[in-house]
Structures are given as structure tokens and as C-alpha cells.
């Protein structure tokens, strides 16, 4: 039977935080500041400043510090030629005969601003929802390339046509706009699809509404915020309460539900405790284990979890536990317990990708069957795709991940400026060989009256110390006095050698 769940919402004006609660612990976190949202999939009424036909561009002004940039390959054709050969030259008719100066077009933001250049625009409007992508000037039926298989494909397809028929006998009109299927529509029940498609057409006709009347310059509508894809994306049954710490987000996600989520707004409640929402659960502290490489077990046994470039591993080691009868079952009982924590930490911490999960080596085979199948079961729980593999021969569990955005860690901290993300530093010593080297080779190169190390505390009381013999070895050999500067600024691998 599903477990119930909480959504807390700490929201201030920089920063909005959600954690979503499951039997008295932090399950998933999700975090997005105001400065980091961008502008894309962002749509206004933009007003045409200048059309440049050598460039086969136009200038668009919608609201921004930079006029925006509108390429012919973006502008949407009646007979979807612009959607099926974007560069194509025989398709294409010149952007001086489809637009001119003052006019007014809706547009969609698709890339930033960088730098000096201006945010990229294209009149083909897309409005994406949780499983559905609505193209509202199109009405083809489209699904995502990572379906792979042709069967589901077919399934789906006769799924929406049939789902779109009701929708449209329902509402007494004929077909308008078409769909693309998104990947995390494979598994999605009829409820699910009807209600994206009902919120999708009702968030476009707010659109088309405001359109019509606003003036060049507008914000027609804001890719969703962090509050509002909780009530659009992860409210289900399973939600009992979704508690807001702020009034003013409270009233503006209430009025929002209202209009295109009606089943959430019951759950919604003001929270008006004196302590900060999320002290009731300890997220904080949770937050600073999501972003440490140990994480204890109950057990005495722990996970160590490194993130790299190319993947996840996840090792786990028994630890302190010796608490079973033998060995064996004190092995079973650390995998056991590893297989729920790990399930957890891939949520807790949104790590995506392929993930290589390095279970204690077990020797019965009813043993390994159990720990896999305790972590299918937890992994079930997880509302990401994924896929997970047996054992493999050394032993390893493989399985991906979806990438769905970016990690806990990749977006609360950055590498370390010491050790550049290694996590580790050369040792003092290590360091003073490489200055010994360095002075060496300048002294080939140069005839300063004196060198002069510069240094960080450790490094010089190194070679004041442990290493002076080998440094006043060096001086005799080049001729020159060697003097040491301590800099308490510089990282335990930097130095600067002056010539005098």
C-alpha cells in the first residue's frame, strides 16, 4: 500500500524550496532560485522593430534590455513546412514578405540572453504540461523518440486519438492543436493524459485570451515556477497536505489551482507556525547529508557516493556492524539495509545517469535475490524512469537514471577552488619538492642576487623544518640565498617564486 506524503514549501523572494515528506522523512528536495529560472518557453506579444532581409532576421521588442532575435527557420508556416525542414531554401519564403516593421507577433523565448546577445525567439508556440507537449497551430499527433517501441508507440497514438475525441464531442468543437507525447507519458493512465490535455488547452486559450488585447511588450504567460509545478506535477492520491509558509504564495498558488488543478487546492494549507517550516522535519540538516560523500546506516554500516562526469557509484561497506550471528547474515542484513537508504539518496539527491551500485560481496545466491528485490522494491517508489540490471559477474548492480534536472550537489556548490574538485591536495611536502625543482631551474635560466619562496604557512615551516637541509643544499649548489615569505591567502598548493 502507497505511503502518504507531505509537501512542505518554504518560499522567499530568492529562493523557492519544496521537500516532500514520507513516514517522518525527507524522500525529495527541490530547489530553484529566482535569478537561475531564465526566460525559456516564456511567451509575450512582441513588436517588430526592424526586419533585416541580407540576414534573413528581424528585431523584436518584448519588454527586455536587448531587442530579441527572430530568424526566418522560426517563423511558423500554416503548412508545418517550417516545423519539417527548417533550412530548407525551396520552403522558405523571405522573412521581408511575412513581417514588417510595427507589426505585432506572439513569440516564444527559445534560448537566453548571453552576453550581448539577445534572447532567440520563434513564433511556433509550444505549451508544455507534466506528459503532453500542446502545439495549439498544429494538428498533428506526435511522440517522443525515446519510445522506442513500435507497439506502445501505436498504443498511445490510438489512446490520444480516442482520448482527444471525447474531449472535443465533450467540449462540441472540432479537433484544434495537435500533441507530442513526452517520454514520461509511457506509463501514464487515461485520468493522467486527460487531465494534461484539459489543463493545456485551458492554459493556451488564457494565452490566446491575453494575446488579443495586450500590448507589444507583454508577458503572455511564465514557464511554471517551482510552487506551481508541485501542484501540476506531483500532487496525487498519495499527497495528504501541501503546507506554504508564505500568505502571499499561498492566495496566488490557491487562485492558480482553482483555475487548473481543482483537486489540489483542497490539500493546500497556510502554515503559520512560529518555527521556520522547514525546522518541523530537519531538512536542513537533511539537505547538508544529501551533499556529503558518507552517509551512515542505522546498522553501523555507511554508503559512500561519488558523483562524476560519467557516472554514479555507490559503495557500501559493513562498517562497525557486527550486531548478527555469522558473517554472512551480517552482510545480508548492511545490503538490506544499503538497498532502502540507497533508493532514498537517489531521490533525496536527483542523481541521474548511469549509477553502478557496489553492494557487499554476498556468497549465497537467496541473499543477492532478496537485496535485488528489496531495491526493485524500494526503487518503485520513484516517480523518475529508470532502469536497474541484476548483478553483475564482479558483483556490481548497474542501473540508469533520467536526468531530470540537475543534481542536489551540482546545484548547491561548486568544485572546490583549492583542490579543483579532485578532493584531495598535494601534501606540504609534495609541494616543497616541486619548489626545490622550480628554484633549480630558474637558476639555470637566471642570475637574481637572492630567490624568494612564497608560500603557504605549512609549505614554509616545511622547509624551515623537515626539509631545511635539503633547501640549504640547493642554495650552496646554485650560489644564491633562498629566503621564504609566508602568504596566508594562498591554498596549500600555490606558491610564487620572486627573483630579487
Request: charged fraction near 25%.
Amino acid at each position: 500500500m502507497p505511503h502518504s506524503q507531505d509537501i512542505l514549501i518554504n518560499w522567499t523572494p530568492q529562493e523557492t524550496r519544496v521537500a516532500i515528506i514520507e513516514s517522518g522523512a525527507v524522500q525529495e528536495l527541490h530547489v530553484e532560485r529566482t535569478l537561475e529560472r531564465g526566460l525559456v518557453g516564456n511567451i509575450y506579444a512582441g513588436k517588430v522593430v526592424r526586419v533585416l532581409p541580407g540576414m534573413q532576421s528581424a528585431f523584436i521588442d518584448i519588454g527586455l534590455e536587448r531587442a530579441a532575435f527572430l530568424h526566418v527557420a522560426d517563423l511558423h508556416r500554416e503548412d508545418g513546412a517550417a516545423r519539417s525542414h527548417p533550412r530548407s531554401s525551396e520552403v522558405q519564403v523571405p522573412i521581408e514578405k511575412r513581417v514588417h516593421e510595427g507589426q505585432t507577433l506572439m513569440v516564444q523565448v527559445i534560448k537566453d540572453p548571453i552576453g550581448s546577445k539577445g534572447a532567440r525567439l520563434s513564433t511556433q508556440i509550444s505549451v508544455a504540461g507534466r506528459l503532453l507537449v500542446f502545439l495549439p497551430q498544429d494538428d498533428h499527433l506526435g511522440i517522443s523518440q525515446k519510445i522506442g517501441s513500435p507497439e506502445l508507440r501505436d498504443q498511445l497514438r490510438e489512446r490520444m486519438l480516442r482520448l482527444l475525441g471525447e474531449a472535443d464531442s465533450r467540449e462540441g468543437r472540432t479537433r484544434s492543436g495537435g500533441f507530442i507525447l513526452r517520454t514520461n507519458a509511457e506509463d501514464a493512465s487515461d485520468d493522467e493524459l486527460a487531465v494534461d490535455i484539459a489543463y493545456l488547452r485551458k492554459t493556451w486559450a488564457t494565452i490566446r485570451e491575453n494575446g488579443l488585447k495586450a500590448p507589444a511588450g507583454t508577458l503572455l504567460y511564465q514557464e511554471l515556477n517551482l510552487a506551481q509545478r508541485v501542484l501540476r506535477d506531483l500532487v496525487n492520491e498519495q499527497v495528504q497536505s501541501i503546507r506554504i509558509d508564505s500568505l502571499i504564495q499561498f492566495d496566488a498558488l490557491k487562485t492558480f489551482g482553482a483555475e487548473f488543478t481543482p483537486t489540489s487546492v483542497e490539500k493546500l494549507q497556510h502554515y503559520k507556525g512560529e518555527r521556520p517550516i522547514f525546522d518541523l522535519y530537519n531538512i536542513d540538516t537533511e539537505i547538508e547529508r544529501a551533499l556529503a560523500r558518507r552517509v551512515e546506516l542505522k546498522s553501523g554500516g555507511y554508503l559512500i557516493i561519488d558523483q562524476t562526469e560519467a557516472l554514479t557509484t555507490v559503495d557500501v561497506n559493513t562498517g562497525g556492524y557486527v550486531g548478527a550471528r555469522n558473517f554472512d547474515e551480517t552482510i545480508f542484513k548492511t545490503n538490506l539495509e544499503a538497498a532502502q537508504a540507497i533508493a532514498r539518496q537517489l531521490r533525496l539527491r536527483n542523481l541521474g545517469g548511469i549509477i553502478i551500485v557496489d553492494f557487499i560481496d554476498m556468497l549465497r545466491e537467496d541473499h543477492r535475490e532478496n537485496v535485488l528485490a528489496e531495491f526493485r522494491k524500494q526503487l518503485a517508489r520513484d516517480r523518475t524512469k529508470l532502469t536497474v540490471s541484476g548483478f553483475s559477474p564482479l558483483g556490481l548492480v548497474e542501473m540508469t537514471r533520467k536526468r531530470t534536472r540537475e543534481s542536489l550537489a551540482h546545484m548547491l556548490c561548486e568544485p572546490c577552488p583549492t583542490c579543483e574538485g579532485r578532493g584531495q591536495v598535494k601534501t606540504a611536502r609534495t609541494v616543497c619538492y616541486n619548489i626545490l625543482r622550480e628554484i633549480l631551474r630558474e637558476a639555470r635560466q637566471f642570475s637574481p642576487k637572492e630567490f624568494r619562496v612564497v608560500a603557504s604557512a605549512a609549505v614554509v615551516e616545511m622547509l624551515l623544518d623537515e626539509e631545511s637541509q635539503h633547501l640549504a643544499g640547493l642554495s650552496d649548489f646554485i650560489g644564491k640565498p633562498v629566503s621564504l615569505q609566508t602568504e596566508p591567502s594562498m591554498s596549500p598548493e600555490q606558491y610564487d617564486i620572486v627573483l630579487l
